[in-house]
């Protein structure tokens, strides 16, 4: 499975930002899509997960309220709305797929940085 993330860029604080995830390949397998990053000297962290069949989401408690996940599964895509973004949001961004057990895809991220 491929996963391409684009979307990513500067924007100053209190403004909002929608990343993209394409996913390719053999995508009949993956049953979760989610959102996490990774700031600078800092581990990842997940932002946002959904299952691909709807029926479960969850998102980190920093961004509740602010950060909306939402997927197109004829299109294989996935979106990140950040609104009322603020600088501790910088960081770079990845995008996932997991399949049946251990099986993950992992993007190659996208840069989004908040300017105070």
């Known amino acids: 499975v491929r996963v391409v993330e684009s979307g990513g860029g500067l924007v100053q604080a209190g403004g909002s930002r929608r990343l993209s995830c394409v996913t390719s390949g053999s995508t009949g397998s993956v049953n979760a899509v989610g959102w996490y990053r990774q700031a600078p000297g800092q581990q990842r962290e997940l932002v946002a997960v959904?299952?691909?069949?709807?029926?479960?989401?969850l998102y980190a408690d920093s961004v509740q309220g602010r950060f909306t996940i939402s997927r197109d599964n004829a299109k294989n895509t996935l979106h990140l709305q950040m609104n009322n973004l603020k600088p501790e949001d910088t960081a770079v961004y990845y995008c996932?797929?997991?399949?049946?057990?251990?099986?993950?895809?992992w993007g190659q991220g996208t840069q989004v940085t908040v300017s105070s």
């Open positions: 959904t299952t691909t069949d709807g029926s479960s989401t």
């Open positions: 996932n797929a997991r399949g049946p057990g251990a099986t993950t895809f």
